[in-house]
């Protein structure tokens, strides 16, 4: 459980970035050894450095290693790598996902977009993707039946 003062930090991240990374963080992670899709499209989807620092802060925060505020007076917590061996078995693909992302953009540059708001970046991706033609065959293979789409990929391949 997440102490108060972390609620209270992730509410002014809100105001300083537009949004809270917990609410994207903050979940249990699959068995299988993938990240849960909201969380891996999430952080591919980060397109500014102060963002994607702000989600590894988040990350480390949420206190899922040693609990530091537990630990005696005589540690210094600062000189502990909690990250590395104490964290909950699998948060390290979360960090190891946005260190990726953070040397992608470090590599490609940030997406330049201007101070627009969440609902405005989310309305400039639907007009693109409605723009982009998928929308229109997705639509109508969604109302195909399996047997319908395998035979429609038969024919494009040339297949009797």
């Not at 989807?45 to 988040?58: E, F, W």
């Not at 061996?85 to 699998?90: K, Q, R, T």
């Not at 996902?97 to 953070?102: H, I, S």
């Not at 627009?116 to 065959?137: D, F, H, P, Q």
């Amino acid at each position: 459980m997440r102490p108060d003062s972390n609620a209270q930090a992730f509410r002014k991240l809100k105001d300083d970035i537009g949004e809270n990374p917990a609410q994207f963080l903050d979940r249990p992670l699959r068995s299988d050894g993938e990240l849960p899709l909201m969380i891996r499209d999430r952080i591919k989807g980060i397109d500014r450095l102060a963002v994607l620092h702000a989600y590894r802060a988040v990350e480390r925060k949420l206190q899922r290693g040693k609990d530091i505020q537990n630990l005696p007076d005589s540690v210094d917590p600062d000189a502990l790598d909690f990250y590395e061996h104490d964290i909950e078995p699998g948060r390290q693909r979360v960090l190891d996902a946005l260190d990726a992302r953070q040397q992608y953009l470090e590599e490609h540059g940030e997406r330049n977009l201007p101070d627009w708001t969440a609902e405005e970046r989310r309305e400039r991706a639907v007009k693109l993707y409605e723009g982009s033609g998928k929308n229109e065959r997705s639509t109508e293979e969604e109302s195909l039946s399996a047997s319908q789409k395998l035979a429609r990929m038969r024919s494009e391949r040339g297949e009797a």
